[in-house]
């Protein structure tokens, strides 16, 4: 049976379960066909690191939304000052929005699977 580590303290604990997205799906591949090191444990955050975690979430949220807004702005005006080269501005542009969402990955931190919590608002407050 897999452990449960937390990805905030990196001790052996239960918590809240990870939500297995795009990012982690792609580790996971990659761990698994490119270095084949599986170790198959599941990734929670435990009690004790919740605020920290929550906080980080919300940053890694913010510069996710800021990062690709402004790629989009880059996109939208290189489109517009470009005179006939519209084609290739529009492909720089993509380019451009790519590579600002990779930069917000650096502050990557998985949202949770919480029971009861709508998945487009997030978690419910009391």
Do not use: E
């Not at 897999?2 to 591949?29: A, E, F, M, Q």
């Not at 955050?45 to 919300?58: A, E, F, H, M, N």
């Amino acid at each position: 049976m897999p452990s449960s580590y937390c990805i905030i303290c990196g001790k052996k604990k239960n918590g809240i379960k990870v939500t297995d997205d795009h990012v982690l799906k792609t580790l996971r591949w990659f761990k698994t066909n490119i270095t084949k090191n599986v170790q198959n444990n599941t990734l929670v955050v435990c009690k004790t690191c919740y605020p920290q975690y929550s906080k980080q979430r919300k940053k890694y949220i913010s510069r996710r939304t800021a990062y690709v807004a402004l790629g989009i702005i880059f996109l939208i005006l290189s489109v517009i000052i470009s005179s006939g080269a519209w084609l290739t501005a529009l492909s720089i542009g993509i380019f451009i929005v790519i590579l600002l969402y990779a930069l917000s990955l650096i502050n990557y931190m998985p949202g949770l699977q919480l029971k009861g919590a709508d998945k487009k608002s997030g978690p419910r407050k009391k």
